[in-house]
C-alpha cells in the first residue's frame, strides 16, 4: 500500500475518502462510490493526515472525520446532518447520533427488528 495517499472526495452532498497515488485516480473512483460521475465531482482535495489509514480495515472512522476534518454524517436514528459542534451528539461506535434519546430510540428500533427476524 506505499504511495497510497488519502483524498477527500466530495459530491451531491456526500463524501468518501479515496486513496490514489494520483488526484485524477482518487476522483474517479470517488466518484465511482458516490455513484457520480466524473465530472459531477465537487472536489477532490488531498488529505495528507489520513493517509496512514491506506489499506487498513474500514478506513478512515467516521468519528476522527466529523471531530477532526469538519465533516458531518447522518443521526443513525433521524438521519439529520450531525456536525463536531452539535451539542449533545453522541457516537455508538462509528455511528453519530444527534441525541442520547435518538441513540436509545435507534437501539430499541435495531432490538425489534433483530426480534421480528
Avoid at 2 to 20: C, D, H, P, R, T
Avoid at 27 to 52: K, T
Avoid at 54 to 73: N, T
Wanted: glycine share 12%.
Amino acid at each position: 500500500m506505499s504511495g497510497l495517499k488519502a483524498y477527500s472526495v466530495q459530491g451531491n452532498e456526500y463524501g468518501v475518502i479515496a486513496f490514489a497515488r494520483f488526484n485524477v485516480v482518487a476522483r474517479r473512483e470517488g466518484g465511482n462510490e458516490l455513484n457520480i460521475e466524473f465530472g459531477d465531482v465537487e472536489s477532490c482535495r488531498r488529505m495528507p493526515a489520513l493517509d496512514g489509514f491506506a489499506g487498513q480495515p474500514g478506513g478512515v472512522p467516521m468519528k476522527l472525520l466529523v471531530e477532526d476534518h469538519g465533516w458531518s454524517q447522518e443521526c443513525g436514528y433521524c438521519e439529520r446532518r450531525v456536525y463536531s459542534d452539535e451539542l449533545g451528539r453522541v457516537w455508538d461506535d462509528d455511528q453519530v447520533y444527534c441525541s442520547a434519546e435518538h441513540l436509545a430510540k435507534g437501539a430499541d428500533y435495531r432490538a425489534k427488528i433483530l426480534e421480528g427476524q
